[in-house]
């Protein structure tokens, strides 16, 4: 073999070593194993082509993090791979576990002994902050269709859900810590039994109040019913200091708890 | 020449100009021009050690973004390098002009003839918001230095900072609509002159009124001294419909706009 030939195959194997590391780093799918090899051209024409895709549906992302968006129906139609990456990669589990850990590092702040009457308060939502409907969103392109209520509906009764893990660490700790746990979810009343024994079955096994919508709340948006619901949980003296959930609509309007903590979705948006 | 080293030289060209494509996808870095070939192995090593990294300080970053962190003095060490590519890389610009495109949006649906008495107004802070310090802080270590008050006062009355594009485009188009603007600060009154000078420099030429901290302000949080002066404005009769800042602490509090607009910023975080 002469040496530019064993030098070429010498560089060859060095920059496939490479090329797989730079694999390894842009795309940690967890369910998405790939021959990288084999699919490389494939991979690369589509990395190339859509870094400006990328830059943009993080933006989009931050943007709705951070409630700038106005509402919206379904995500940018250029982003459902980008939502799907982040939804099924380490990113959606790392960033739910960095709010969790700040959220219980105030909650451990927070003297409970200050009254000593059994009134402090956290909330939880449940969707997408205590269960996950990630399984059925998969199944719909993760926001890309416009939300089909009656399907949606389906998914829930199953009892399916499964919890959040960041998020049940959190619960269990705040319950540890001595808040009263009050659940404000968007499911109708006709989903209690249903929502009880998917909770349970979940781990999550004790709260203090379950509350969703009855008939007089429909029609409202999700902001006035959290906001009504809220005004009278603290019209009983109870003091809200946390309150946790994956929705802006969740966290503001009024009676808003001391902090809150918006969990990650980029799938779906309740005003 | 035989096939086998054809194939390979062949190969070999191929994988190049692969690995030059997935550099240039990802540091896209606007002060970095690299040869890509020679520093291609250091990189790739950097690369590979600071994926977790990268996940933990996007998603710090987002955390920050959707207001979940404690009050927090210099960025995580571990994430210099990444604030620095975020600043000085598309990303910032493009989260920054997706955001200002929204408000543009949002101030062009505000109905402004319903009382046709000049009373519909937008707030803007000025500092990451107006105009950008970033030439003090690529000094400053991207905000991993605790923040000396002194050295930045130094960079102020240089009246040096330059014009956030997008923000601009957005305040001539809330001008433009007829909004009456206020410019509200946590700088301080004497420098008022200055920060004028400043302002028309950087191509704002009009505004309504210009506050800044006077000396009954001092010691009061950014949050308490903003919720104050938006209360005057709102007791003087006007509507706050917008409000654009870089600072959660420009946002929220009392008296707090219709719709409010969170500027990206993961240098600094003021209360």
Same mark, same amino acid.
């Given at each position: 073999?002469?040496?530019?030939?064993?030098?070429?195959?010498?560089?060859?194997?060095?920059?496939?070593?490479? &090329?797989?590391?730079?694999?390894?780093?842009?795309?940690?799918?967890?369910?998405?194993?790939?021959?990288?090899?084999?699919?490389?051209?494939?991979?690369?024409?589509?990395?190339?082509?859509?870094?400006?895709?990328?830059?943009?549906?993080?933006?989009?992302? &931050?943007?709705?993090?951070? /409630?700038?968006?106005?509402?919206?129906?379904?995500?940018?139609?250029?982003?459902?791979?980008?939502?799907? =990456?982040?939804?099924?990669?380490?990113?959606?589990?790392?960033?739910?576990?960095?709010?969790?850990?700040?959220?219980?590092?105030?909650?451990?702040?927070?003297?409970?002994?200050?009254?000593?009457?059994?009134?402090?308060?956290?909330?939880?939502?449940?969707?997408?902050?205590?269960?996950?409907?990630?399984?059925?969103?998969?199944?719909?392109?993760?926001?890309? =269709?416009?939300?089909?209520?009656?399907?949606?509906?389906?998914?829930?009764?199953?009892?399916?859900?499964?919890?959040?893990?960041?998020?049940?660490?959190?619960? /269990?700790?705040?319950?540890?810590?001595?808040?009263?746990?009050?659940?404000?979810?968007?499911?109708?009343?006709?989903?209690?039994?249903?929502?009880?024994? /998917?909770?349970?079955?979940?781990?999550?096994?004790?709260?203090?109040?379950?509350?969703?919508?009855?008939?007089?709340?429909?029609?409202?948006?999700?902001?006035?019913?959290?906001?009504?619901?809220?005004?009278?949980?603290?019209?009983?003296?109870?003091?809200?200091?946390? /309150?946790?959930?994956?929705?802006?609509?969740?966290?503001?309007?009024?009676?808003?708890?001391?902090?809150?903590?918006?969990?990650?979705?980029?799938?779906?948006?309740?005003?």
């Amino acid at each position: 073999m002469s040496l530019l030939r064993r030098n070429s195959v010498l560089l060859l194997c060095f920059f496939l070593l490479s &090329v797989a590391a730079f694999c390894e780093h842009t795309h940690t799918y967890t369910d998405l194993p790939r021959s990288l090899i084999i699919e490389l051209p494939q991979k690369l024409e589509l990395e190339s082509d859509s870094l400006e895709v990328r830059l943009r549906c993080t933006g989009w992302r &931050v943007a709705g993090e951070a /409630n700038n968006l106005s509402p919206w129906k379904t995500i940018p139609e250029e982003c459902v791979d980008y939502v799907k =990456e982040y939804m099924l990669g380490p990113s959606y589990q790392l960033e739910l576990q960095l709010v969790s850990d700040e959220a219980a590092r105030y909650a451990s702040s927070v003297d409970l002994n200050e009254y000593e009457d059994g009134m402090d308060a956290w909330i939880f939502d449940i969707d997408e902050t205590l269960l996950s409907n990630l399984p059925y969103y998969a199944q719909h392109a993760y926001g890309s =269709e416009i939300f089909d209520h009656n399907q949606f509906d389906k998914w829930v009764i199953e009892g399916m859900a499964s919890a959040i893990e960041p998020s049940l660490k959190l619960y /269990n700790e705040v319950l540890r810590l001595g808040f009263k746990i009050f659940l404000l979810t968007g499911r109708s009343e006709d989903k209690r039994d249903i929502t009880v024994d /998917n909770l349970i079955k979940a781990g999550f096994q004790k709260w203090d109040r379950l509350i969703l919508r009855g008939a007089e709340d429909h029609g409202k948006t999700a902001v006035a019913f959290k906001s009504e619901k809220r005004k009278e949980i603290v019209e009983e003296g109870f003091r809200i200091h946390g /309150n946790t959930g994956d929705q802006w609509s969740d966290l503001i309007g009024s009676f808003i708890s001391v902090k809150s903590f918006k969990l990650s979705n980029p799938m779906y948006y309740i005003s």
